[in-house]
């Protein structure tokens, strides 16, 4: 029995900072009714998603073996209806769900990534007092100001025409045309955590660029981060609808927006009007789900906005 | 893309208090604006040539892909592109096109870019204008009504309503009005512009287009009127607590006074900033509802370019989307130099 190995772990004391600033946001979060709202409803998409192949036979995606009569009402067998091929309208929204959220999540991750490091990268050179310094932020600040004015959905277009349609694609040309705004609030953000003391303890004690990056700015930018990370993704899943509905998707793998721009090419009004409203429903459900999220988060880390 | 526009508004504040640092006075910081413009439109031409010429590994033959052509509209392609030049020579003829107003020839319709684009603008212009007027007006009236009475009936209904239409796909609003009032109801046309036959003349031709005109301008209006309250109503917010509001108050002034003389026009400067900002990015973003609506605008020629697939006109387009941004930036950005004092003397 020795009384030493009850000596605390390193990193215990962060770990339980962490622990209990986790427990105090999930107290202010669960006061919030709008965000309690939005989070049940995207718990919820989630499960559906994941749980697809329990719900609905994939096979019913296939239209050579679709069964149904094409452009019916609803039935018991296929509660949303059919579309003009005859698949139930309920299966390829369950299906379509994954795709989306997919799409939504990866292009977010891709553009998260890229925000954060040209932020805090811009925001850590940005306040060393050289020339070199001075130029990275200016340059890499021009560069976002830059993708900020092109226009989004021409530039995706483009992209996505030039590239050629699939899944990767899709996730490539909205991860890369989404980030400058997390990269410019990053920046800010970064900015405001350089000034502080433990940074220039930390330069003190010799820590590197690298270093004071990763262990001292990254960690304090993270909560921003996840919150607009949040918002990211009700943008990028908007994004996606955009484009594949404009025919720019995977036609193998069907989206949401895939539904809209096969019900709209079938004709707007004259099948089974299920095939279009539902998905429809579905996108503003979850858009809206990660909007009242994120703005939950964002006004709990920031107690000025909390008053709205 | 709200997100974005914000950032841009924020840091617009923030660089006009850097440049008029610099400048001598109001006409130095215009003029250093007007040139950064320039730059940046520079820089978009540069993109656009690497995006349509260089990124694609066969430019010649990814263009025509899909298509079928002749050898001589493949020959006349082989020249405008400069294929098997050496790629500095392609960029300086590209340049030299592009200033002289050469866009190169329609893929589909076998006239310039210029004249495809031309008779399209104008459309678009009409569509954007009038919804941007109507989301405008009727967006901040509904910003100031509910951020005054924060928490009120009204205020719970319209931010539930704004956060509803600002989850909405533009083009799927479309598609549910055109199912209710174009093939239920027959009330409204299921799009175009016209009418078979130009639909009369005179009076009873700009009825005809009107009518024409309704419902893609209300799935545009309905949509940014969503932004647009909803960031008056948060601009509105802000001032709230502001002490020169307690001043007036203890003045002895009605509420209405208040607000009107004090609190609005103080909110409205960040709203009117990001619409502006907005304006250049809405005309990209009317492809969608254009192409719900056959509206013959530049989103519709966009989207039949993309189908086609007509470089030429996408590459115009393309160019003419960006410069909106550019000009609307740059507009934005002189308006807020001349008119609020706290920036230019920042």
Redesign the interface.
Known sequence: MTVTTEAIRPGQIAWDRRRRALAAFWRQYRKDRSGMIGLAILVLMILVALAAPLLANSRGLDPALATYPANAGPALRYPLGTDSDGRSVLTELIWGSRISLLIGFAATFLSMVIGAIIGIVAGHFGTLRNWLGRQTDNVLMRIT??F????????A???A??LGPSLHVIIFVIGITSW??TA??IRAQALAVETRPYLERSRALGAGHWHQMSKHVLPNVMPLLLA?TI??V??TI?SE??LS????GDPTRASWGEM?NA??NSG???GN?LW??AP?VA??LV??AF??VGHTIEAVLNPKLR?? | MLDGALAAAQELRGEEAGAAKVGTGLARSLGVKVFSALVTLFFVIVFNFFLFRVLPADPARNLVRGSTLTASQMAVINKTFGVGLPLPRQFWNYLVQTFQGHLGISFEFHIPVASVIGAALWPTILLVGSSTVLSTIIGVWIGIRSGWDRGSAFDRTSTAICNTLYAMPDFWLGMVLLIVFASKWAIFPAGGMHSFGGGGSGFASVGDLLWHLTLPAIVLTLVYLAEYSLVMRSSLIDELGSDYLLTARAKGLRDTMVRRRHAVPNALLPSITLIMLNLGFVISGAITTETVFSWPGLGLASYSALNYPDYPVLEGAFLLFSAAVIAANLIADLLLTVFDPRVRQA
Request: aromatic share 8%; charged share 10%; glycine share 10%.
């Open positions: 100001d830059w900020l004015v092109i226009p989004f959905l021409p530039l277009i483009v992209l025409r030039t400058p705004g410019r609030i607009n918002l990211t009700a943008g908007l609808t955009t509905f404009l025919g720019l809209l019900a709209f707007v009004g004259t009007a279009l409203i429809g996108i503003i858009v809206m909007t009242l008053e709205r």
